[in-house]
């Protein structure tokens, strides 16, 4: 039976691949758990030195695993599943091991934020990448703290707002990646350009590495002591109102979403 996240460890680099592609690689908890034992393995690992992230299936990852959560109060829930996500993300921001997202495939909501948390992240032309809560009436809470830093103001300002996908290319563009890879893979993509990366980062010491790290991550590491559990507070109460449960069943009936103006936010309270 295949695990949900496959960890393997060769030259120095540990290779975490994210292995359930039936439900899109999704942050399910055996997936989650699974992430954070491979990046805590890796860092207790004197022979590791580097971290890639990759996955299998046409996608990276697509989120939240809606499909695990029943029973208790739903804001309760929420609350907890944003608080997953932020321990999940703040994992491999705080990892003392450089962490490289190797991606070509589709990236949505949760897996936005595993993107912005890592270190470098390289895409290749079959990847896609979006951020479409508002368009079901909630909004990228959890995930600013690993993207806003990450992307340009203007950038963030359209794509946050519009939910448009847009490709490797304008992501490198904006900043949420660092290269956009064009020839597919096996020849001269996202796994070569990714080992001419590694072979970079094993030329530095541990502690070179770790303490450069700490200095880039220092202000993303700040973000989440100041504002994880209000975003969180904020993500959950979203979540749960009338027009964010009108916008997801819209989205599973594949039809416009009937928007009632009393419900919005900032409209009727």
């Not at 899109?24 to 971290?51: E, F, T, W």
């Not at 597919?184 to 993509?189: L, S």
């Not at 996202?190 to 541990?206: G, I, K, M, N, Y």
Request: proline fraction near 5%; include cysteine; aromatic fraction near 4%.
């Amino acid at each position: 039976m295949d695990t949900p996240v496959d960890c393997t460890v060769a030259d120095g680099v540990a290779r975490l691949t994210l292995n359930s592609p039936r439900n899109r690689n999704a942050l399910s908890p055996a997936l989650v758990d699974g992430l954070h034992r491979g990046l805590r393995d890796a860092a207790a690992d004197d022979a590791v030195r580097v971290v890639v992230l990759s996955h299998t299936g046409n996608t990276f990852c697509a989120g939240a695993d809606l499909s695990q959560a029943a029973g208790g109060d739903p804001f309760d829930l929420a609350v907890e599943r944003a608080r997953e996500l932020d321990q999940t993300l703040r994992a491999i921001v705080e990892s003392p091991l450089p962490v490289i997202a190797a991606i070509d495939g589709h990236v949505r909501a949760g897996g936005m934020g595993l993107v912005g948390a890592c270190d470098i992240a390289v895409a290749g032309p079959a990847s896609t990448f979006a951020l479409t809560e508002a368009r079901i009436g909630v909004a990228p809470a959890i995930i600013s703290l690993t993207l806003l830093p990450k992307l340009s103001a203007r950038a963030a300002g359209r794509y946050y707002l519009t939910g448009e996908t847009f490709d490797a290319a304008e992501a490198a563009r904006i900043g949420l990646i660092t290269d956009a890879v064009e020839a597919v893979d096996g020849a001269g993509g996202v796994t070569a350009a990714v080992e001419a990366l590694t072979a970079q980062l094993l030329r530095a010491s541990p502690q070179g590495l770790a303490a450069s790290k700490a200095l880039t991550t220092a202000a993303v590491r700040a973000g989440f002591d100041r504002d994880a559990e209000r975003l969180a507070t904020e993500s959950a109460r979203l979540f749960v109102s009338a027009e964010a449960q009108e916008g997801m069943l819209a989205f599973l009936q594949k039809r416009p979403p009937r928007w009632a103006p009393e419900t919005s936010s900032g409209r009727g309270s």
